[in-house]
């Protein structure tokens, strides 16, 4: 059943979006006619389901015999500012006529009843002032001008107020008996098995079981052909079925129920919305009581996500846009062009949920910040202690250079002795040669060897000895 329930609320929304024609605005309240939607049943099998706007109008007892509650009407139809309404459920139990007479409408005590005990018990001054005074056509007897009455035959067939499947039994005028009307002998009838093997029929007698009311209409009853007995009242029972009352008297049944019917003028601030009820006892509030919701779709960075939220009272749901998240998730920044002491760096780092990049500038370089110090590596340089013959004119003397266990290659090295400085470059082994020749004389002489470092290694130095003899 709950997917019909949502099939119908989706449509009802759509159309209550798209739909104006036969509806007046009044109290900032649109209401209007009833719409009828065609399903499809577990079985395949079309059904109808009416939805009516219904408004608040009036206090009577319902619940209990001790305080009234807000009377809630189904509006039958809606005409400029006039709409025709009838109780949501039975209200009441009287007989049509208090004895066993015949009377038509026009004579009976259930009209004086409604219109004097019942008028003034239910309504407030104001709310008597949003009540028209209707002009009755009855099929026996008087016209009638009442305030309060009850539907006809013809009026509960129509299909236009929510009724469409002429009298036979159905859901749309179903109509629950209020424990007020129960207390005072309402019939209602408990149904223990399914008597149709279609779901919406089981459907229908599993609702009926709740104490559906058989609620009387105005029309005098038909004796075979003719609407000639007067004894006999025309009803709704509780499976919705528009009985005729062929078979017996029933105008002093005792235990039929009221539902009255009014028409008020909407220009009126007397009454309010009530929300909907549908002929498959679905409803939605006038003002919903949304619980706290449920995340349906997470919000990124990337897209707003989703939250359900369902009303506590007739299960309405609704859904709410999450706004996208305004923090993303980002990368380590990675230096896109390294900043010098003359000139700015930038950086970039990326969103990993949605690719939106960040770029920020890297600020100048102090000089104690400079690349060349802060990542340089250290350096090393092997070299020994060496003997010479004089008579060697190029004394060739090799050093290694290394950062750790790898050669740095490429790179000037100097060495200084006895006043003169020579230069080479290191190989791919790390290894500088140097052709010596002004050591002519014999002696020991000291040789500084440095490298002066880079912007990739660091500045080391070395002292050795260099021996020359005869
Ligand atoms: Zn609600
Ligand atoms: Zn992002």
């Not at 028209?132 to 009855?138: A, E, M, P, Q, Y």
């Not at 003997?387 to 004119?393: D, R």
Request: aromatic letters at 10%; proline letters at 2%.
């Amino acid at each position: 059943m709950k997917r019909y329930a949502v099939m119908l609320f989706s449509i009802l929304f759509a159309a209550s979006l798209l739909l104006c024609v036969g509806s007046v605005k009044v109290q900032a309240v649109t209401l209007k006619n009833p719409s009828i939607v065609t399903l499809l049943d577990d079985d395949d099998e079309e059904y109808s389901v009416t939805t009516w706007d219904c408004v608040y109008l009036g206090h009577y007892y319902q619940s209990n015999n001790n305080s009234k509650d807000q009377i809630k009407w189904r509006v039958l139809s809606v005409n400029g500012n006039d709409a025709f309404l009838l109780a949501d459920q039975c209200l009441d139990c009287k007989p049509y006529n208090d004895t066993d007479s015949g009377a038509t409408w026009s004579e009976c005590s259930l009209r004086s009843w409604l219109n004097s005990t019942f008028y003034n018990a239910a309504f407030n001054s104001s709310e008597k002032g949003a009540i028209k005074s209707s002009t009755v056509i009855n099929n026996v007897g008087e016209n009638t001008k009442d305030w309060i009455y009850l539907l006809s035959n013809e009026e509960v067939e129509t299909a236009a107020y929510g009724f469409p499947d002429g009298h036979d039994f159905d859901q749309f005028r179903q109509a629950k008996a209020s424990a007020y009307a129960k207390s005072l002998g309402a019939r209602t009838y408990v149904y223990e098995d399914d008597r149709y093997y279609s779901s919406y029929k089981s459907m229908l007698y599993a609702q009926m079981k709740e104490g559906n009311g058989e609620w009387w209409l105005r029309t005098t009853g038909r004796d075979m052909n003719n609407y000639t007995d007067s004894c006999r009242i025309m009803h709704v029972g509780d499976d919705g079925f528009v009985s005729y009352g062929m078979s017996t008297d029933n105008i002093n049944d005792k235990q039929t129920s009221v539902r009255p019917c009014l028409h008020i003028d909407l220009s009126s601030n007397a009454w309010s919305p009530a929300g909907t009820v549908s002929s498959d006892w679905s409803f939605t509030c006038a003002n919903h009581t949304w619980d706290k919701g449920v995340e349906t779709k997470a919000a990124t960075c990337k897209e707003a996500g989703t939250k359900e939220f369902t009303c506590s009272i007739c299960g309405m749901k609704k859904t709410e846009t999450i706004p996208k998240l305004t923090s993303h998730t980002y990368t380590e920044w990675i230096t896109t062009k390294a900043a010098t002491t003359s000139a700015t760096g930038t950086k970039e780092r990326t969103c990993t949920v949605c690719g939106e990049k960040q770029t920020e500038i890297i600020p100048k370089l102090t000089k104690k910040e400079d690349t060349k110090k802060t990542t340089a590596k250290a350096t090393k340089i092997t070299a020994k202690n060496k003997f010479y013959k004089v008579k060697k004119k190029t004394k060739s003397y090799t050093v290694t250079l290394k950062s750790g266990k790898t050669p740095v290659m490429g790179v000037k090295i100097t060495l200084k002795v006895n006043g003169k400085t020579y230069t080479a470059k290191t190989n791919k082994k790390g290894q500088a040669t140097f052709k010596i020749k002004n050591l002519k004389k014999k002696g020991k002489y000291t040789a500084t060897i440095t490298f002066a470092g880079n912007k990739s290694y660091k500045k080391s130095t070395k002292k050795v000895k260099i021996t020359v003899k005869k």
